[in-house]
């Protein structure tokens, strides 16, 4: 099966104003495109290793990468009481907010040095992770944010874990940055479009 161009735009290397560019113009579909003709299903898989692996409700949890809020919406059905969020898209921003599933929302490039305040039982980041060299290496940063006993929770999507070897890039970032890969599992990703995914669970080693 040949790629979207839907999606194909999200597989370039792309700066930080022209991605905020392409998530500006799709705001407005992106849900309706993303769950009825690309079957994306992230979400679900993300938030059911969550719920086994951090089952304290209260604990706060930061949705990185939340666009229009769809892993938020998917906290509140699993019973997570304090979620903040934060995205590259102001215009997606604003899509999450409207449904006040959030504590805070706020503006954040992963691709720039980052600041966290360290309070986060786990921190999801969805959907984020595709064909970006550097992407292996700025998920590091998201470590700021956790406490001790927390957990990183990402997907990548299939096709850019290929096309790009994730797993020697993860490898890398991994000594560099003094993390554990605790596990690596297999997903579902883009159902319509048969991409599968891979998620990991990450923690700090240091």
């Not at 997606?92 to 986060?120: F, N």
């Not at 970006?132 to 999507?157: E, H, M, R, Y």
Request: net charge negative.
């Amino acid at each position: 099966m040949g790629i979207d161009p839907r999606l194909a735009r999200n597989y370039a290397d792309l700066p930080s104003e022209q991605q905020k560019e392409v998530y500006r113009n799709w705001a407005e579909d992106y849900d309706r495109e993303l769950i009825e003709d690309f079957g994306y299903v992230a979400p679900e898989q993300a938030v059911e290793v969550l719920r086994q692996r951090v089952p304290n409700r209260f604990a706060p949890i930061l949705d990185m990468g939340c666009g229009t809020g769809l892993v938020g919406k998917q906290l509140v059905v699993e019973g997570y009481h304090v979620i903040d969020g934060l995205d590259l898209s102001p215009e997606m921003l604003d899509k999450a907010r409207a449904l006040g599933v959030y504590r805070h929302l706020g503006e954040c490039d992963l691709s720039e040095d980052i600041e966290l305040p360290q309070i986060y039982g786990a921190i999801l980041c969805v959907g984020v992770f595709s064909h970006k060299l550097s992407q292996p290496f700025d998920l590091a940063k998201l470590f700021l944010g956790l406490l001790p006993s927390g957990l990183l929770i990402a997907t990548v999507n299939g096709r850019g874990w290929r096309d790009i070897d994730w797993p020697d890039l993860l490898q890398q970032s991994a000594r560099q940055h003094r993390f554990t890969i605790e596990e690596i599992i297999d997903i579902p990703y883009l159902d319509k479009q048969e991409i599968d995914g891979k998620l990991l669970i990450l923690s700090d080693g240091n």
